[in-house]
């Protein structure tokens, strides 16, 4: 079961001390009793952190109840009602803190060592985004979008932006991030190329329907709380005949087996689902990952839908900046990797039901339960 959909659920938040920095406040909270710690923004009072423990009451239920009222199996070790502020936050605030862990550290600026915002910064992402995700070329096909208009959603520290930019692309990115946006800019800015970049929302885009030749959004959607509407509207805001590249990540894959070895076998919990501890460990809090089926429902609007996995040095990493050899992550097979890259067109004429059905699952050999199922 995907772990939005818990019957077995609550958010508690409770004070911790003050005068942390932003690194400081996304410190994960674990108690002995079970649970599963996410990270959160300062939310306006400092020290706020945030702990997600397993109760009888599902988050719809117990939006807006305050913590002493709930029953919280687990929390007894973490003093539950034993401070006034601790209040079960509604669901929708997940999206604030993922805003929050990403604006603190952009993608691809994690344990770069030059100041930020340098040229040694940016050219520091960008060899380290070279060897270890060389495979975007492939996909992102940066020639031949010159004079056409392209949209990112989710442009990070601007790794693939600027490469539309070079190639001479009419560019627009959004991110929800403020401090993307800022970097973004400032990376143009250095070899005189020009965006439109906009602070948004992937799951309600600030344009107008088909508008853009190519929508590209790479490693963005799952972290968004509302993964299918945000995939809606990449396709609304193409235009009919333009192309669509988005990846997000995959469940049945060797990270996510990495994580539930790591976060339930080892930890006494083998009962966890793969979907949950993605969720609750990969990245962002929320984070979500799909088979290549539910990929195909996601973008079942598109025609042509054509679904990649593809192997990462991520699969096989053995530590934090460590990876087994190249020559050990070409013997694992392409559909245990953590990427899946989904491809297609915008249809010229409005699909019907049954034949936008039939495109999505056209080459999809089992149909692998609804994307509700986290196995």
């Known amino acids: 079961m995907d772990p939005r959909a818990s019957t077995s659920c609550a958010v508690l938040i409770q004070a911790a001390p003050a005068g942390e920095s932003p690194q400081a406040r996304q410190t994960l909270l674990r108690n002995g009793a079970g649970g599963t710690a996410l990270p959160v923004p300062n939310m306006g009072r400092p020290g706020l952190r945030l702990h997600y423990a397993h109760s009888e009451m599902s988050i719809s239920r117990a939006m807006g109840t305050r913590a002493s009222e709930l029953h919280l199996p687990g929390l007894a070790a973490f003093g539950r009602g034993s401070h006034p502020e601790s209040i079960v936050e509604p669901f929708d605030g997940l999206k604030h803190w993922v805003r929050e862990f990403w604006d603190t550290t952009p993608c691809g600026t994690r344990d770069i060592a030059a100041e930020e915002g340098s040229p040694a910064f940016f050219r520091a992402i960008a060899e380290r985004r070279d060897v270890l995700e060389p495979f975007i070329r492939d996909f992102a096909r940066f020639s031949e979008h010159r004079g056409k208009r392209v949209l990112e959603v989710g442009v990070g520290a601007a790794s693939d932006h600027v490469s539309f930019a070079r190639a001479g692309a009419n560019l627009t990115g959004i991110d929800l991030t403020p401090h993307a946006i800022e970097l973004a800019g400032k990376r143009l800015a250095l070899e005189g190329l020009s965006s439109d970049l906009r602070v948004g929302d992937a799951e309600r885009l600030p344009f107008p329907d088909a508008c853009f030749d190519f929508v590209y959004s790479w490693g963005v959607i799952h972290h968004t709380p509302d993964t299918p509407r945000a995939a809606r509207e990449i396709v609304r805001v193409t235009r009919p005949g333009g192309r669509v590249c988005v990846m997000i990540y995959q469940r049945r894959s060797l990270v996510a087996l990495q994580a539930w070895i790591l976060h339930g076998l080892l930890k006494g919990r083998p009962w966890r689902s793969l979907g949950d501890v993605v969720w609750s460990h990969i990245e962002s809090a929320g984070t979500k990952a799909y088979t290549a089926t539910e990929a195909r429902r996601l973008f079942a609007d598109l025609t ?36 899946l890259v989904v491809e297609g067109r915008k249809p010229s004429r409005p699909q019907r039901g049954a034949e936008a059905s039939a495109a999505a699952l056209s080459t999809a050999s089992t149909a692998l339960g609804p994307i509700e199922n986290a196995a």
């Open 304 to 339: 042509d839908v054509r679904v990649t996995p593809v192997v990462t040095p991520y699969d096989v990493r053995i530590g934090r900046a460590r990876f087994l050899p190249r020559w050990v992550q070409r013997l694992v097979p392409s559909t245990l990797g953590w990427f």
